[in-house]
């Protein structure tokens, strides 16, 4: 009976055996009631209450979990804490027993330690979702020395730099070893010369498992020596997959084809890879392909066919039969021979390159305005305009006409400075404006010198007209007025206002 009013029970009914839990109140509390000292409680009901648990009556097994020391109370702390810390990420409790069970290391380590790499990785940018789904992935990244050392550089070398994501995909990197490396990687292509505030765009492109697998530190010194000689970690910054390249077989063929083809020119062969680094993306044999292709059709030489691609190095991720053959085929038709196509399309290379909507609308405006098929007139004005958009033609061919320009008179501008189609028409208005408003000339006089439109109008045409009104030339011919050498006029205008002084 007293050991009936001293203890609490539960009994448990499974299937035998049946476990009955004996939940004992502290030992202060039993012994407040005035029934016994703690030491009778010691010496005498303690031995009988374990000879109980350790007896087995009938189906019957008695648990008692109660007479041990005193619950450490620091260490509960630490638990709550720590599954508080859990909680603030977004884990559950079940969640949380699961990442503990993936990595006991998380409960001996120190609550202090957990809580600032929490916070290092907030501090990068990784929160919410992406910090929980990181530390589903990889536990690990709690606890791990390898995490530490790369952590402080994401944060105090890189100064935070790096995108979240490419962050995420860093640390979930399975092998923690291997980690070690991307310090040097990354503190190599910076002291090379890659800006830090560069350094996520170029890791973003680089995939990255082969860069911290395959890569080795002096697979990169060996490639950024190779390229030196051509523009070396500028055209890494450009283009930052070329980190992904093999040395050997893939970039060093690829240079020397370039190289070849410029006649062992280094300087020439840096400015292609400078214009387009993207070249490097490209095999030897389509490089190749594109080379012999163009000597074959167009009857260039090996010479002429790189002054081309050194001008224009997109000639070579030009579509052959799309772009090339039909473009070459017009120039052909037009009346060209393969001295005539080589001049074209060293002035004028962006011609092979432009769609064939853009191609087919200012062959349209063209044609509108008088230009003749299949004449080399109508060729060279397609050439002068493949650096404007159909849609500003137009309206510079709308504005000459709101003027008072016929299409006759616009044709006959355009033939003899076919660069009056591509100007841009905001600009060309102010100029317009000023011509007829400010200077008081008549719009016909540009049929004279279209020339013209093409100077700047604040840096050259307001400056020589104001010069001249105060040496009362405001009659000078527009082509005078700007062609003449600044010397000159300047001299010229010296030399007038002295005249009237005197």
Known sequence: ????????????????????????????????????PVSTFQTELQPLLVSVVNRRETGLVFRCNCLTSPINIASQTETETLFSLFRDIGFNEEETEMILTKNPDVKSSSLDKISARVASLKS????????????????????????????????????????????????AVAETSVLLSFNQKVRLLINNGIPKEKISYVLSKVYLNKLLYQKSVEDIERLISFLEPFGGIGIIARRPVILNSDLD??????????????????????????????????SVDHMNSHVEFLKSFAGLTSEQVFKIVHVFPNVISTSKERKLRPRLEFLKDCGFDSPGIFKFL?????FLALSEDNLSHKLCLLVKIGYKHRTKELAFAMGAVTRTSSENMQRVIGLYSSY?????EVLAMSTKHPQVLQYNHTSLEEKLEYLIEYMGREVDELLAFPAFLGYKLDGRIKHRYEEKLKSRGENMSLNKLLTVSAERFSKSSADKIEVICL
């Open 249 to 282: 077989t893939q970039l060093i063929p690829r240079v020397e084809f370039i190289k070849n083809l410029s006649g062992e020119d280094d300087f020439a062969t840096g400015t292609v890879l400078r214009r387009l680094p993207a070249i490097l993306s490209y």
């Open 346 to 350: 060293s002035k004028a290379p962006l």
């Open 124 to 171: 990068l940018k990784v929160d919410g979702f992406a910090l929980q789904g990181l530390i589903a992935k990889c536990p690990t990244l709690l606890t791990s020395e390898e995490f530490d050392l790369v952590i402080t550089f994401l944060v105090d070398e890189l100064e935070g730099r790096l995108e979240p994501e490419l962050v995420e995909r860093l640390l």
């Open 1 to 36: 009976m007293v050991m009936l009013s001293l203890v609490s029970c539960s009994v448990s009914l499974f299937s035998p055996p049946i476990s009955l839990r004996l939940h004992l109140p502290p030992v202060t509390a039993l012994c407040s009631h005035g029934s016994f």
């Open 404 to 408: 008072g320009l016929s299409f006759e």
